[in-house]
C-alpha cells in the first residue's frame, strides 16, 4: 500500500498571487521562487523539533475566525512577537494575544487578502 510521507504544500487562491507573495516576502522574509508567489521550505533549513501538521477541522470551528476562509495556514518562525510585530507594519491586523503552551508559542494574523495566518515557534 502506498502512504503518505509527509505535507508537500499549502495551496490556496488569492486576488492577486503575485502581490501577496511579495507581500510575504517583505514582511516575513519568505524567498519567492522565480514566479513570485511560491516559496519552498527544505526539513533542512527548519527548527529540529518542527514537524508539518493535516489537520481537518469541524465545519463549523470558530479557530480561523475572523478570517471567513475555509483553511488556515501555519508558518513555522524563529521569533513571534518579533514577526508579529512586522506584519503589523506592514498592514496586518494581529488577532488575538501570544500563547504558550509545551509544544510552542503562537501567535496570528489576518493577512492582506483576509487569510487567518498561525505562526509557531517550537519549543
Not at 511560491?38 to 533549513?45: A, I, T, Y
Amino acid at each position: 500500500m502506498a502512504k503518505v510521507l509527509g505535507l508537500g504544500g499549502f495551496f490556496f487562491k488569492a486576488k492577486e498571487p503575485v502581490k501577496l507573495g511579495e507581500w510575504y516576502q517583505q514582511w516575513l522574509g519568505m524567498k519567492l521562487a522565480d514566479d513570485h508567489n511560491s516559496v519552498s521550505f527544505k526539513p533542512s533549513e527548519m527548527p529540529d523539533k518542527s514537524f508539518s501538521i493535516w489537520g481537518p477541522f469541524s465545519a463549523d470551528t470558530k479557530y480561523f475566525e475572523p478570517s471567513n476562509q475555509a483553511a488556515m495556514v501555519n508558518l513555522i518562525v524563529d521569533d513571534v512577537a518579533g514577526a508579529l510585530a512586522q506584519v503589523k507594519e506592514g498592514g496586518a491586523e494581529v488577532v488575538g494575544d501570544i500563547e504558550e503552551y509545551s509544544y510552542g508559542i503562537f501567535g496570528w494574523f489576518m493577512d492582506p487578502e483576509g487569510n487567518k495566518v498561525e505562526l509557531w515557534k517550537p519549543l
